[in-house]
């Protein structure tokens, strides 16, 4: 169960903010779409499994459309030639969508400092959370999940229409 | 009767003469150099020749001696006879001003991405090959980068960034 958002309860009704209502839905069903590349995809599946369970937070369905998700989860080394790959499936992921970039690679390239490797997922497309670790342990993904759900659930239905965001689209390229 | 290296060297001697040479057997296989222009021809003769039967071709690799003015690109051929279970390596030398070295993706079918990848990484320019393009780097890059021609760390890189290692 989740906690109710703060509104004005009564006899047989609840008046609330819609954006409350919407945040609290969003973000506990979200749809991670694994983008796992390299070790860090092994930690993301102990991380589904019954153990740490992440359906626990509503991400049961893990989806392998990006025309059906939410939420990217990219997991290990992007190189340069797969630099394209990953920004393809976000432009091919629906409004409104989030970003984890779940590593050391992910988010900077790691230890890979070199001509053939992205440093950082970010240079290609914008990213909500950081897991650090080399790889993260479960409890690290679960925490980085929570920080995406405090994200989703305070978020303004009218953000992703405004100045601001459509400024930070068009510093990656996209329209 | 086994096939034992000092076999595969007359062989070799017998139909190539001095455009073979320097066999050595460094960890027990036997390796060999030839001029540039045979590589063709000793890897057709190790494959035709019933008794040396050397069919699959394991591997093409590069590797780069910057301090060796005319000889500074070696293309490697590892070979297996998997009936007799022989292994043996092929060399050739090549210019860096001039890597032109025969294709022999006519020959094994498996050279040609062998030899798109040895030119990825080398330069290699494989004569005759149908499709010399990059197979493993970004096609926009313009340099080899496993050549020994850069320092460790390029300092004019702008992809790094110098944040997340503490020297922003």
Known sequence: ?????????????????????????????????????????????????SHYDLARFGAERVGFSPRQCDLLMVMGTISKKMGPVVRQVYLQMAEPRWVIAMGACASSGGIF???????????????DVYIPGCPPRPEAVLDGFMKIQDLVGQESIRRRNSDQYKALMNSYGIE | MALTQEHIQLRLSEKFGDLVSKFESPYGMLSFEASKDQNLKVLQFLYDEADLNFQFLTDITAVNYPDQPGRELAVVYHLHNLKDNV???????????????????????????MERETYDFFGINFVGHENLIRILNVDEMDYFPLRKEYPLEDQTRIDKDDQMFGRG
């Open chain 2, 87 to 113: 292994r043996i390596r092929l060399t050739v030398f090549t210019d860096i001003l001039s890597p032109d070295v025969f294709t022999v993706s006519k020959l094994f079918s498996s050279a040609n991405w």
């Open chain 1, 113 to 127: 400092d070199t001509y053939s490797v992205l440093q950082g997922i970010d240079q290609v497309i914008p990213v």
């Open chain 1, 1 to 49: 169960m989740t906690e109710a958002p703060e509104g004005y309860p009564g006899e047989g009704f609840f008046s609330t903010r819609l954006s409350d209502v919407v945040g609290l839905a969003r973000k506990n069903s979200l749809w991670p779409l694994p983008f796992a590349t390299s070790c860090c995809g092994i930690e993301f599946m102990a991380t589904m499994a």
